[in-house]
């Protein structure tokens, strides 16, 4: 188990609807049986619609929630014992999908502050954390600012420092790009790449934007709280039908592709970006 | 309008009052409160004032920010005003207009109660302003410490306080975006008798509410995600400590007040 | 019939040390039947235009005309603008407040001054519209998916029957079904209804396949205003804004360079497919 970052067994989270008298009227399961692995260092993108299941697992790897059946060990901890919970958080960092509501802080130091300050870090080294975690993030010239006053992207990106700040092997954003415009989203990811590939942090990104996904080591697509597929990110998009049976979008090159596919074009399985999609199409002649 | 509140809206700029402990600055608004209604006559006035004034300068904050928070008390100021300078007996009656009454003893009560609250206000104005909300419950955590051993919860209170004064302004802003949705519905939050009014704020008190317990709801969870498990073992990116300029601010405290008391007896 | 802005200037704060131009000199005509799709990065007076075409926001300068009468003359009557005029805000799932969804649809009709019978039939109608069931009626507007509270939402503002329907980024937060859902439904409206639709959109890829006419919107200034296809030649200018035409012009673009004689103005996928088919085609034939 010792690559391994996040692991899941036959996860099941189940939670209870109670009518007016509060009795048990229904029982959902918004998570159902999923086994997953993510190797330290890799970047993996869960992907699928809203309620099908991908927050409640991600809320899985932070021990926010904790699996009513199965197992989820985050780095070879079960989540469920009391004992590793501040480890396991600590660990495996999380940032949520609206930057205003999770920035505690009201200046921008001291919220990224806020995770080391927590964790009892000794002031001295605070201060270290803080600085270099706003620089990987590209946001030290604002650490005086008001987070009022910072654009959405920015924000997220003060978000992410935040967990940066603690030191984790694992970061999980639970759809950090859904509120932002395209150039906070493109902001947000780039941040995100960077630490994957530069400070080597494992990453769990959890989006429906499919140009979000196109870098990850492995896609994971979620429907009905199931795990329905898992591959290489060319793996997954060379099955435009079933992303689209599951209402998921495709990168606008692969979708043309497709469909010059469809017409008889000869083009080869999986692309991805449009500069493959122009390569290929000259390969033709 | 609702924007209009300066309380708990933090100024950045470069100034020694910026850099001063919080603590102390706490201490010195809750003594130029307690100096303002010391204060007697033309003389202990004029000494608040020249304090005061001298303060504002110190803070590089600009002069128009401290006024507006005294929008949002114009109706207790008119109302304290008008009480005070209908309702005070005296010995001279200035003016008498059918049964009321201005009477010297009225005019200089009513003169004397608008300036201490106008001055406490902006007294307070230029702590908040000039104070980051952090500093403030720290310096707030840090004096009521004692208070921890009788079982007060300070640091949560800290905490609440810190937290409550982060999300003023988003609140203040959606409270701006759901009223302008619902006007674009055609509700109208301006005309009508108070019941009325009071029946036409459902629109947008439903919303707001259901809002801040979302976010109140997306904060803990945030909180908690980031290790966050109350005031046991929290160390402090900022712990407070005393420099030389603290002492010299509560020396010039003491002094104030020290001149203060000493008017106040000599006249 | 068109509602006509006449070099409208919108200042924040004016006189104070935070004054900002938001809108400059903005001379624009929204015709009847037209989708416009409005785009801009944050910040670049959007928002605040479309604001001032329900008459929310005052402009600090200039006139506007809804049916060639000055919104701002002595007299008129804002309210009845308002119903015309229908704005649906970011996120207006965030407004609902009534027990259950009829009612709070029944909100905008009974502000308008009908009676509780007429204001339902026009709620039950605008709820059909954005294909929102009987079952749906009596539900808590709070119990929905995000999708249909803000389909809810949106219906709150057609059970006012508007002439003109502007959208501020319908379709932010939602999953690419919610997206397209509502999406569809407003186009459908368009073409049955015969409602004018200003869209407010950052996705290009959306606004190009949807809108029949693009305003861009940089700085408080309208940069552009034309059919998406003139609009995205101009793609570099786009990108020097901070905005992006479609990835398909860029795809074209790339492949004419190539030396494939294809449409560099197709802005849809059916389009590009169409070009890119035909300049295969014709290469065979070579």
Redesign the interface.
Known sequence: MKNEMVQAHGLVYEYKKYDEEGREADVTRAVDQVTLQVQKGDFVAILGHNGSGKSTLAKHMNAILTPTGGTMWVDGKDTREEAHLWEIRQSAGMVFQNPDNQIIGTIVEEDVGFGPENMGVPTKEIWERVEESLKAVNMLKYRHHSPNKLSGGQKQRVAIAGVVAMHPKCIVLDEPTAMLDPNGRKEVIRAVRALNQVEEITVILITHYMEEVIYADKVVVMDRGKVVMEGTPREIFSRVDKLKAYRLDVPQATLLAYELKKAGVDLPDGILTREELVEALCQLN | MIRDITLGQYYPADSILHKLDPRVKLSATLAFIAALFVAKGWPGYLAATVFLAMVIKLSKVPFSFMVRGLKAIVMILMITVVFNLFLTPGDRILVQIWKLRITDVGLRTAVFMAIRLIYLIVGSSVMTLTTTPNDLTDGLERLMGPLKKMRVPVHEVAMMMSIALRFIPILLEETDKIMKAQIARGADFENGNLMQKAKNLVPLLVPLFISAFRRANDLAMAMEARCYHGGEGRTKMKPLMYVKRDYAAYGAVVLFLAVMITLRIVL | MSIKLDHVNYVYGQG??YEIHALKDICLELRKGEFVGLIG??GSGKSTLV?HL?G?VKATEGHIYFHGEDIYGAGYDM?RL??KV??V?QY?E????EVDVLSDVC??PK??GLSREEAEKKAKEALTMVGLGEEFYYQSP?EL???QKRRAAIA??LA?EPEILVLDEPT???????R?EILDQISLLHQEKKITIVLVS??M?DVAKYAERIVVMNQGEVLFDDTPREVFCHYKELEQV???A???T??MH??RE?G?SVDEDATT??E??DT??DA?RS?EHN
């Open positions: 104070t040390a990065h944050t604001q329900n929310l309210r308002r119903s229908g704005l805000f207006p965030h407004q609902l407040f909100f905008g502000n308008q709070f998916s995000g999708g709150g503002v006012m932010a937060g939602l999953d690419p079904k919610g397209d950052h996705s890829e901070g905005l992006a479609p990835q398909v860029y795809i790339a492949l190539r494939f996928i059916e590009a497919r890119i088919l295969l290469k």
